[in-house]
T-cell receptor, first 109, second 114 residues
Framework: GQNIDQPTEMTATEGAIVQINCTYQ??????LFWYQQHAGEAPTFLSY????GLEEKGRFSSFLSRSKGYSYLLLKELQMKDSASYLC??????????FGPGTRLSVLP | DSGVTQTPKHLITATGQRVTLRCSPR?????VYWYQQSLDQGLQFLIQ???????AKGNILERFSAQQFPDLHSELNLSSLELGDSALYFC?????????????FGPGTRLLVL
């Protein structure tokens, strides 16, 4: 079976750093994706990891450990506009995408 | 604006009916992906086309079908509609077929089945 877990909700303070974890158990692995989705809007692609390690893109970084079935998204210097849902997804063999339930992040002033 | 367009924005129909959702990818993108997002099931991948050919298939029901035309626009056909098909349907596009490149999402079509 396919299973992806993420915390349902997280809260952090403006200017702080937050780490959103994602663990997965899937039949095969062909890359891990992170998306941001503001309420009522379409998802926005944030990052893609296929090899172990850290990928940095400005205030956002994504880490992958394939042996542990684990990834995290790190958001630095949080801003109010970062309040959104963050979706973790794995591409499995056969090129299917499996999505996690999403983590709703609230950034407080 | 992502450059991906979807029509219509909203659709209200009755159970048992058939509807067609349309997507135009960004200029130069060869891949089109279809997703369904409902409140109880989150975002689900339905199907991917690359340059007119089906590339990957996810949790797409047999009542649903899709195609990508020579001009690269895509249509998702939903038939024998049920109440549970009410959801947001997103289309996304990317340049590559493997999904490693950035996927750009359209604004979605909100379908309500009564």
């Amino acid at each position: 079976g396919q299973n992806i877990d993420q915390p349902t909700e997280m809260t952090a303070t403006e200017g702080a750093i937050v780490q959103i974890n994602c663990t997965y158990q899937t039949s095969g692995f062909n890359g891990l994706f992170w998306y941001q989705q503001h309420a009522g809007e379409a998802p926005t692609f944030l990052s893609y990891n296929v090899l172990d390690g850290l990928e940095e893109k400005g205030r956002f970084s994504s880490f992958l450990s394939r042996s542990k079935g684990y990834s995290y998204l790190l958001l630095k210097e949080l801003q109010m506009k970062d309040s959104a849902s963050y979706l973790c997804a794995v591409r499995v063999y056969g090129q299917n995408f499996v999505f996690g339930p999403g983590t709703r992040l609230s950034v407080l002033p | 604006d992502s450059g991906v367009t979807q029509t219509p924005k909203h659709l209200i129909t009755a159970t048992g009916q058939r509807v067609t959702l349309r997507c135009s990818p960004r200029s130069g993108d060869l891949s089109v992906y279809w997703y369904q997002q409902s409140l109880d099931q989150g975002l689900q991948f339905l199907i991917q086309y690359y340059n007119g050919e089906e590339r990957a298939k996810g949790n797409i029901l047999e009542r649903f079908s899709a195609q990508q035309f020579p001009d690269l626009h895509s249509e998702l056909n939903l038939s024998s509609l049920e109440l549970g098909d009410s959801a947001l349907y997103f289309c996304a596009s990317s340049q590559d077929q493997g999904g490693q490149e950035t996927q750009y999402f359209g604004p979605g079509t909100r379908l309500l089945v009564l």
